[in-house]
């Protein structure tokens, strides 16, 4: 069975701050894709970044990056000189195709909970 | 182009009454799947539906049913609510099924309200 944790219920940062979130995961597969979305007060979810399991170069975009670490099995988060704007819930979430009959769903982490204040 | 919809995007029902909640995806996506996402038990899987055919189902009780039309529109049907129905329901649509297509889009949501 796929399991995503993101231990951090909850974090407070002033703005300007860099902030990590973390997540690790647990799958028998060895192909497998990992997510992370962003969650505003609006409720729509947000894709921010998809990595393939084959894939573990370091990414950045902007004020955003993304460390994936197949042997500790995490695919942290990390925003760089935090804005008021970036407050949502964030989840990290795990895909694993399945080839043959061509379905994947996603399985979520509860959600981290990011307060960024003036 | 136009994104992911959901209507309505609120809903207030009474225990016992059923539910239709509907979903038109992104132009082009044949792929669409449900999640429904609670203060307690985070955002878990209810569906998905690819070329009108339910492709897989996540753990959650026969009272939860949907549907996707020929034009990739779909519904999902919650009948004889209960109090821990109350929720946001998501959907999402993506192009294809498998492989580097995968990235699924998501709506705004219907929240649902059991009284």
């Known amino acids: 069975a796929q399991k995503v944790t993101q231990a951090q219920t909850e974090i407070s940062v002033v703005e300007k701050e860099d902030v990590t979130l973390d997540c690790v995961y647990e799958?028998?597969?060895?192909?497998?894709?990992l997510f992370w979305y962003k969650q505003p007060p609006s409720g729509e979810l947000v894709f921010l970044i998809r990595?393939?399991?084959?894939?573990?170069q370091n990414e950045i975009s902007g004020r955003y990056s993304w460390n994936f670490q197949k042997s500790t099995s995490s695919f942290n988060f990390t925003i760089t000189a935090s804005q008021v704007v970036d407050s949502a819930v964030y989840f990290c979430?795990?895909?694993?195709?399945?080839?043959?009959?061509?379905?994947?769903?996603?399985?979520f982490g509860k959600g981290t909970m990011l307060l960024v204040s003036p | 182009k136009a994104g992911v919809t959901q209507t309505p995007r609120y809903l207030i029902k009474t225990r016992g009454q059923q539910v239709t909640l509907s979903c038109s995806p992104i132009?082009?996506?044949?792929?669409v799947s449900w999640y429904q996402q609670t203060p307690g038990q985070g955002l878990q899987f209810l569906f998905e539906?690819?070329?009108?055919?339910?492709?897989n189902k996540g753990n959650f009780p026969g009272r939860f049913s949907g549907r996707q039309f020929s034009n990739s529109r779909s519904e999902m049907n919650v009948s004889t609510l209960e109090l821990g129905d109350s929720a946001l329901y998501l959907c999402?649509?993506?192009?294809?099924?498998?492989?580097?297509?995968?990235?699924?889009?998501f709506g705004p949501g219907t929240r649902l309200t059991v009284l």
């Open positions: 999402a649509s993506s192009a294809t099924l498998q492989g580097r297509d995968n990235e699924q889009f």
């Open positions: 799958t028998r597969d060895t192909t497998y894709y």
């Open positions: 990595r393939n399991s084959f894939d573990e």
């Open positions: 979430a795990l895909s694993q195709p399945k080839m043959n009959s061509g379905y994947s769903t996603l399985t």
């Open positions: 132009s082009g996506h044949r792929s």
């Open positions: 539906y690819f070329s009108e055919t339910q492709r």
